[in-house]
């Protein structure tokens, strides 16, 4: 056994020889969206993602499904099913079986199975001090996932929404691969500031975000301060309690899309800050992008700072150290001296 759940880690790995180790991971849940083919789509992309986020690559998947059979017809089924394989189809695994069960509610997900050279592995627990941390897809699928179920989400965002969920990590992982990443966990149900407060806490770091550099679903502001705002969202935010400080001015939406429990987050990647230009480089040759949103730093393990306005000024006066090392800085991104944090 090389990775269990003591580290909050995306997947279970098990060593079988030198240099080869299985990634095994499942997830489900259910229906977020109405179109079934989109469940589907974004359920696969969610199982696989925490292959990717242990910087693994998918062999093979099997389905999971749970499906009232008297009550909704069957081809609602088959959709689910045939969106799941065509995420699959583009990770360029098969699915090989899967179990189906009569349920009062649908559900669907996978098992994911794939591979990871150990030493490549991008676990919990290799974040460092002075690591950038770098987000590959915008916040806010809770909040959207919640208007859909009140009929109220605009549909602008929803197919927005459903695009990045349904999007494989796939690239992101090979960019944390090439650029030797230390760490990267996929940001899903405990929210940006959970999952980054358990990687800190597996690395015995702590971490600063810059609240205003985070990318969020253009419109998705709206939607918090009219009220829908998911129960996970909420737990998170009071789990958060003591763990999380929040430094300058930070809006209450946006601490609260800090915290957003998502569905097929992107890849959160702690990486050393030298290799950050390349980083983005990559990220964006393979169609993903990805922003600095902070830092790794000195503090209590797992502790993490949201610094808004105030913070952000604080970081841009501080010298913009290491800029030399990197060609060819990146609009938008500034490296600088990793705060000490605590
Ligand atoms: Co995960
Ligand atoms: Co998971």
């Known amino acids: 056994m090389l990775v269990d759940a003591s580290t909050g880690d995306d997947a279970a790995v098990y060593r079988l020889a030198d240099g080869r180790a299985l990634v095994v991971t499942l997830d489900f849940f259910t229906p977020i969206v109405d179109d079934p083919y989109d469940f589907g789509r974004i359920a696969a992309a969610n199982a696989l993602s925490d292959v990717y986020a242990m910087g693994g ?103 927005e929404a459903v695009e990045w969920m349904a999007r494989l990590n796939r690239g992101a992982a090979e960019a944390a691969r090439a650029v030797g990443a230390h760490a990267a966990t996929d940001v899903t149900g405990y929210g940006l500031t959970g999952h980054l407060g358990i990687m800190a806490r597996a690395s015995g770091v702590a971490a600063r975000i810059d609240a205003d550099r985070v990318p969020l679903l253009e419109g998705v502001e709206e939607l918090v301060e009219a009220g829908f705002v ?17 430094e300058g001015d930070v809006s209450e939406t946006v601490q609260v899309l800090l915290a957003d429990a998502q569905t097929s987050g992107g890849l959160l990647i702690a990486c050393p800050s030298a290799r950050t ?53 990146r609009k938008g991104h500034r490296h600088r001296e990793p705060p000490t944090l605590g």
């Open 57 to 159: 690559r998918p062999l093979f998947a099997l389905n999971l499904l749970s499906f009232p059979r008297g009550l909704l017809d069957e081809g609602l089924a088959e959709e689910i099913i045939r969106g799941g394989a065509e995420k699959a189809a583009e990770a360029g695994i098969p699915v090989l079986g899967g179990h189906s069960i009569d349920d009062a509610e649908p559900k669907y997900g996978m098992v994911a199975v794939g591979e990871v050279d150990p030493d490549a592995m991008l676990a919990n627990d290799g974040a460092q001090v002075g690591d950038d941390l770098v987000l590959t897809k915008p916040l806010g699928m809770g909040i959207v996932a919640t208007a859909v179920k009140a009929g109220k989400c605009p549909p602008g965002l929803l197919g």
């Open 277 to 329: 230009g390349e980083l983005l480089r990559e990220l964006e040759v393979g169609g993903d992008g990805g922003v600095v949103v902070g830092t790794v730093g000195e503090g209590e393990a797992g502790h993490v700072v949201i610094a808004g306005k105030r913070g952000v000024k604080d970081l841009l006066l501080a010298p913009a150290a290491r800029t030399d090392e990197l060609a060819p800085p």
């Open 230 to 246: 998911p129960g996970g969202t909420r737990r998170n935010r009071a789990d958060a309690a003591g763990r999380v400080t929040v």
